[in-house]
């Protein structure tokens, strides 16, 4: 008798998936200054620095998760009205 074994989810898997929900929350967070100017003016320099933050927050969210998603979402919500 074989028995099955429930397949586990791949761990490099859920690291794509967790680095490709960091990026987007970085990517937002990249957004709310740009949406509120006039006219967007984007440098090399503001480019790069938006593409670091996108990397750097996918980065975190792969390496502490949930924990990471939790402390940008408090700061967020902390500039609220």
């Known amino acids: ?3 099955q074994q429930p397949a586990q989810p791949n761990s490099r898997v859920k690291g794509v998936y967790r680095f490709l929900g960091g990026a987007a929350l970085g990517a937002f967070v990249a957004i709310i200054p740009i949406s509120y ?9 503001q480019i790069g620095i938006v593409c670091f933050s ?3 927050c996918g980065t975190l969210t792969s390496l ?7 402390a940008v979402t408090r700061v967020l919500d902390s500039f609220g009205a």
């Open 1 to 3: 008798m074989t028995s």
């Open 37 to 45: 100017s006039t006219t967007i003016d984007l440098n090399l320099l």
């Open 54 to 56: 996108v990397v750097l």
């Open 64 to 70: 502490w998760g949930e924990k990471f998603v939790n």
